[in-house]
C-alpha cells in the first residue's frame, strides 16, 4: 500500500523560504498526481498545490506567485517550496496522493509535518 | 473562513445516527460538483471516508454514508461508536479552480 511521510525543517523565519520533502513508499511516484495541503492550527484544511504525472502543476490561486512543487523520481520524492512566508502560514502541511482529475479527493495522506514560522 | 460551511460540533451516543452537513454554493456543490469526507484523528493522517459524494473506500463500514441536495451535502454516520470520534471534513470542487474545504466538525460521542 502506498504510505507518505513529510518532513521539513520545522521552524521557518519570516520572509524566507518554506522547503518540505514528501517520501512515498508502496509504488512509483511516476504513476499517481499528487498534491500538497495546509491545516494552520485550529482552522480548516487548505489545498496547496498538485503535481500530475505528466509533470503539470496547478496552484492554488492565492499562493501561485510563491509556490512551486517538483518531483524527484530517482528518490520517489515530492518537494514544495513557499517563498516570503508569513506567521500566518504556521501550520500542519501534509501530501497526498491525488485521485479523480479536478474534481477529485485525497487517498492516502502523510501524517503531517508542522511548520512554525516564527523569528 | 472556509467556503464550505460544516456546523462546528455534533455528538451522539452510542449507537445512535448523527449527520454533519456541508453547506456550500453554485460555484461548487451547487454546479454539480462531487463532495469528499475525509475523518482526522488527533496525530494521525485525515482518511478518505467517502469519495465521490456517496462511495466507500475498501475497509470503511457501511455505518458512513455520504448524499447531496442542491447546494448542500451530508455525512450519515449510523450505530455511533467510541472510535468514531474525530474531527470530520468536506471536500469539493469550486469554478475559481481551487479544491475546497468545510472547517471542520468536532464528533462527540457521548
Known amino acids: 500500500q502506498v504510505q507518505l511521510q513529510e518532513s521539513g525543517p520545522g521552524l521557518v523565519k519570516p520572509s524566507e523560504t518554506l522547503s518540505l520533502t514528501c517520501t512515498v513508499s508502496?509504488?512509483?511516484?511516476?504513476?499517481?498526481?499528487w498534491s500538497w495541503l495546509r491545516q494552520p492550527p485550529g482552522k480548516g484544511l487548505e489545498w496547496v498545490a498538485d503535481l500530475y504525472s505528466s509533470g503539470t502543476t496547478y496552484y492554488n490561486p492565492s499562493l501561485q506567485t510563491r509556490v512551486s512543487m517538483s518531483v524527484d523520481t530517482s528518490k520517489n520524492q515530492l518537494s514544495l517550496k513557499l517563498r516570503s512566508v508569513t506567521a500566518a502560514e504556521t501550520a500542519m502541511y501534509y501530501c497526498?496522493?491525488?485521485?479523480?482529475?479536478?474534481?477529485?479527493?485525497?487517498?492516502?495522506w502523510g501524517q503531517g509535518t508542522l511548520v512554525t514560522v516564527s523569528s | 473562513q472556509s467556503v464550505l460551511t460544516q456546523p462546528p460540533s455534533v455528538s451522539g451516543a452510542p449507537g445512535q445516527r448523527v449527520t454533519i452537513s456541508c453547506t456550500g454554493g453554485?460555484?461548487?456543490?451547487?454546479?454539480?460538483?462531487?463532495v469528499h469526507w475525509y475523518q482526522h484523528l488527533p496525530g494521525a493522517a485525515p482518511k478518505l471516508l467517502i469519495f465521490?459524494?456517496?462511495n466507500r473506500p475498501s475497509g470503511v463500514p457501511d455505518r458512513f454514508s455520504g448524499s447531496k441536495s442542491g447546494i448542500s451535502a451530508s455525512l450519515a454516520i449510523t450505530g455511533l461508536q467510541a472510535d468514531d470520534e474525530a474531527d470530520y471534513y468536506c471536500q469539493s470542487y469550486d469554478l475559481s479552480l481551487t479544491r475546497i474545504f468545510g472547517g471542520g466538525t468536532k464528533l462527540t460521542v457521548l
Open positions: 465521490g459524494t456517496t
Open positions: 497526498a496522493r491525488w485521485i479523480g482529475g479536478p474534481t477529485g479527493w485525497f487517498d492516502p
Open positions: 453554485g460555484s461548487n456543490i451547487g454546479a454539480g460538483y462531487d
Open positions: 508502496g509504488d512509483s511516484i511516476s504513476n499517481s498526481d
